[in-house]
């Protein structure tokens, strides 16, 4: 599809609401299109972007679709024959996923592009604030709220753009990076990727349309991402030559350091100086939902992550550590799709039971139906071969009802999941 941006006034975004959706919907309004957008459901993001102008319907029906928009972006969730896209395919406007329309949005920008299987959005908002604090004045789409501004976008003037870019169905080939930074990789959406190979073959696609003048940043001593780099057309950088197990962050965790080290490697290929780096990284916030301090439940602290892979659970639970070394620890898992479940259960048995306590919630189905039958109440019982105490509950109001009960100011308490297990952390410390 041939579409040039500037060229286009008017734009409506179906599912609006989600994350990427919401940044890229604020892209466009900061472009001064006409930004219109439906969601089955309204939240915060929607009020926010009501509030700038852009017009929301909070149903989603083919009168949404009217002869003057020029584009109509959807999310990968909507089916086929959903009202709204039958409808503009009616008045023949064209129609681009989130992430074609990313890519027409950011690849004619100096892109940095942020992928990996772990840290995509916290490396992206790190790096967002070396460059901002640097004078750079980027343009960015970052897969959370930066709790420096409660914002998911950064509107910039200059040539950058920094930009969190997913592999779930080879999606971020839609993007041609200056610059790519692959932080890790490990066998993820198991419902799409048939093993690590598959995985490897994605990344290898993604970094071969990095631009012929550009480079790639990665951990080069990576047993999963060496496969990719090899015999590449471009440099290859390796991040670890910046990692400082001594910098000052206020995000806890050896992965945290990690991403600094790949965000400030990004930084040094673009002439920023290291000192500036480390000033801004040890001004770093953070996102919401990455580790993200809630509030107190009986004196216990209480956090919120987005935590739904074993290596990112294992990482949460030792920056915890590093934290509060002499505190029971309480993890509330929600697991994240049932195939990512069922192909790693015993790893998360294993991730899990490096919590002193465990409290496993039904499996968040996303946009899967439950083929092999795993349940989250099979995985307590496989962590009790790992953990002292793991328990299972149908319902957030159970466990909330147990954690009031059971913690006091000896304990620390971390909500982990990818599925709307955040509730339950908002409400444990209302």
Known sequence: MDLKLEKISRVHFIGIGGIGMSALARHFLAEKKQVSGSDATLGTLTKTLDSQGVQIFAEQLASNITKDIELVVYTEAMPEDHEELKAARSLKIPIMSYFQALGLAMNPYY??????THGKTTTTAMMTDIFEATGKDPTSIIGSLRAKTKSNYRAGKSKYAIVEACEYRRNFLHL??????????????IDYYKDIADVQTAFRELAEQVHETGVVIANTSDANVAPVLKDLKVPVLSYISELDLELSLKQPGLHNRLNAAAAATAARQEKIDAADSKEALANFAGTHRRFEYKGELNGAPVYDDYAHHPTEIRATIEAVRELYRDRKLTVVFQPHTFTRTKALFVEFAKALGLADAVILLPIYAAREENVSGVTSRELSVKALEY???ARYFKKFEEVEKVLKKELDGEGVVVIMGAGDVTLLADSLVK
Do not use: F, R, Y
Not at 111 to 116: E, F, H, K, T, W
Not at 176 to 189: A, C, F, G, R
């Open 111 to 116: 892109l940095i592009a942020v992928a990996g």
């Open 176 to 189: 041609k990076p200056d610059v790519l930074v692959i932080t890790n990789l490990e066998h993820d959406h």
């Open 387 to 389: 953990a002292q105490n």
